[in-house]
């Protein structure tokens, strides 16, 4: 008789535990009365296109007072720019990802802003370095300087620095 308990135990653990049988013991818990019916979502607020717009010039117009790049400058009445924000937002709305970017009072655009304030001078700082660099050097005046160095830093004939080089160093 141990033999037959045994197998009827074990041949109703393995149809109750089946990886073949879904549970069904939650479906009328779980039915149309599920935790996302029962409570109220709020209300989501977004930007309408309008305040989205101005924030879309509020960027350019913080952008031209940091550099003070005239092409920054945009006006409310662009409508290119208007038509350009219109599908920005347009692409955001398509794109759940990008929804927070909507939300009015965000943390990002701050984020944003703060962030713009540090790199955006400093790109401009090596853009102008960059440029410097790239001029071509006048030779001449490379020669001149690198004579008057000489001249300067040239002993006497008795080993003493010159005046000249005496007073750069503070003698």
């Known amino acids: 008789m141990e033999e037959v308990k045994k197998a009827e135990f074990s041949?109703?653990?393995?149809?109750?535990?089946?990886?073949?049988?879904?549970?069904?013991?939650?479906d009328d818990l779980i039915g149309e009365h599920s935790i996302e019916n029962s409570i109220e979502k709020p209300i989501e607020m977004?930007?309408?296109?309008?305040?989205?717009?101005?924030?879309?010039?509020?960027?350019?117009?913080?952008?031209?007072?940091?550099?003070?790049y005239r092409s920054l400058q945009v006006e409310n009445d662009n409508q290119s720019a208007k038509d350009c924000a219109n599908a920005l937002y347009e692409c955001i709305?398509?794109?759940?990802?990008?929804?927070?970017?909507?939300?009015?009072?965000?943390?990002?655009?701050?984020?944003a802003i703060t962030i713009g304030a540090f790199t955006v001078p400093m790109a401009i700082s090596v853009a102008n370095e960059r440029h410097?660099?790239?001029?071509?050097?006048d030779k001449k005046s490379?020669?001149?300087?690198?004579?008057?160095?000489?001249?300067?830093?040239k002993p006497t004939d008795d080993g003493t620095p010159s005046a000249d080089l005496a007073q750069a160093l503070g003698a």
């Open 46 to 68: 977004r930007l309408q296109k309008d305040d989205f717009h101005k924030m879309f010039l509020t960027g350019f117009s913080i952008a031209h007072n940091l550099t003070g």
């Open 11 to 26: 041949t109703v653990s393995q149809e109750q535990y089946s990886a073949n049988n879904e549970p069904t013991h939650f």
């Open 142 to 153: 490379q020669e001149n300087k690198q004579e008057s160095f000489e001249e300067i830093t």
């Open 132 to 137: 410097l660099r790239k001029q071509p050097v």
């Open 93 to 111: 709305e398509d794109i759940p990802a990008l929804h927070f970017l909507l939300k009015p009072q965000n943390k990002w655009f701050d984020r």
